[in-house]
């Protein structure tokens, strides 16, 4: 069954760190890129940061010097460490993943359940 799920979220006062965590079932693979996205109450879904298979890894302005996606292959797992969180980093963290499912070898975009980020004091 192909699976992300996600781990990490909760409350945390400005300034503090969180670390989000998404382990992607085996039955995806390959897997080309692994992404995050959030979505704030009342805004679009944004691109937070993004690696691929080659380590390359982007960032959005907004999250630039402060968050650091990173990967573990061995565990399909893909990881976002933020710090310095601000309250307008509140929102719904959401895994992504382009890969194939290994049962059909279709490739196709995967997403985790989400998990709540809350920044404030």
């Known amino acids: 069954q192909v699976q992300l799920v996600e781990s990490g979220g909760g409350l945390v006062q400005p300034g503090g760190s969180l670390r989000l965590s998404c382990a992607a079932s085996?039955?995806?693979?390959?897997?080309?890129?692994m992404r995050w996205y959030r979505q704030a109450p009342g805004k679009q879904r944004e691109l937070v940061a993004g690696i691929n298979t080659a380590d390359v890894s982007n960032y959005a302005d907004s999250v630039k010097g402060r968050f650091t996606i990173s990967t573990e292959v061995a565990k399909n797992t893909v990881y976002l460490q933020m710090n310095s969180l601000k309250p307008e980093d509140t929102a719904v963290y959401y895994c992504?993943?382009?890969?194939?499912?290994?049962?059909?070898?279709?490739?196709?975009?995967?997403w985790g359940q989400g998990t709540q980020v809350t920044v404030s004091s």
């Open positions: 992504n993943v382009d890969g194939r499912d290994a049962r059909n070898l279709v490739r196709g975009d995967y």
């Open positions: 085996r039955s995806i693979f390959p897997i080309y890129t």
